[in-house]
T-cell receptor
């Protein structure tokens, strides 16, 4: 199976919260990331968390890390139509050039 | 504008053609990457260069040939590709190839092989 797994689709209404989940398999992963890809564009780093943290908040974004279960989530509060995009979870081991990405979750925000 | 520019944005080629994708970064980074993004698979790392030396090659077929003449430029030379090579090819750079290493991505080159 894939190293990093995400559900492929999520649909929410504008103003609701979105929660995108991710599981990874490498317990030595040191950094975990969320990237956003808008149509026709490359990936852009949204936020990241170091593996010795369990939560990080940045404005409307909250990242939760459960290292025991190797589970990462991204919560977007007050989701807007501009948040519609594909969200990629990624893991990286320290001193390793390979950043492993999940397949991406396509978030659709309905008015 | 991420500071990473890829050309061309779109490329259509036949299986016998030879073409190249170009990537340029204006961020002063030391590491550059080629990723393949297709509908069927997650982002796949193809090549990593750190300080112009190739440090990783994830078993990519030889019909893909990378070149990194300096730390700002990265090429992907394409030769006798197959239709299944049609994908979005993303270039990225990072400050170096280790540690935290936030990746800055270009917008990608959409390749179609006929």
């Amino acid at each position: 199976g894939e190293d990093v797994e995400q559900s492929l689709f999520l649909s929410v209404r504008e103003g609701d919260s979105s929660v995108i989940n991710c599981t990874y398999t490498d317990s030595s992963s040191t950094y975990l990331y969320w990237y956003k890809q808008e149509p026709g564009a490359g990936l852009q780093l949204l936020t990241y968390i170091f593996s010795n943290m369990d939560m990080k908040q940045d404005q409307r974004l909250t990242v939760l890390l459960n290292k025991k279960d190797k589970h990462l989530s991204l919560r977007i509060a007050d989701t807007q139509t501009g948040d519609s995009a594909i969200y990629f979870c990624a893991e990286r081991r320290y001193n390793n050039n390979d950043m492993r990405f999940g397949a991406g979750t396509r978030l659709t925000v309905k008015p | 504008e991420t500071g990473v520019t890829q050309t061309p944005r779109h490329l259509v080629m036949g299986m016998t053609n030879k073409k190249s994708l170009k990537c340029e970064q204006h961020l002063g980074h030391n590491a550059m990457y080629w990723y393949k993004q297709s509908a069927k698979k997650p982002l796949e790392l193809m090549f990593v260069y750190s300080l112009e030396e190739r440090v990783e090659n994830n078993s990519v077929p030889s019909r893909f040939s990378p070149e990194c003449p300096n730390s700002s430029h990265l090429f992907l030379h394409l030769h006798t590709l197959q239709p299944e090579d049609s994908a979005l090819y993303l270039c990225a750079s990072s400050q170096d190839g280790t540690g935290f290493g936030e990746l800055f991505f270009g917008e990608g080159s959409r390749l179609t092989v006929l």
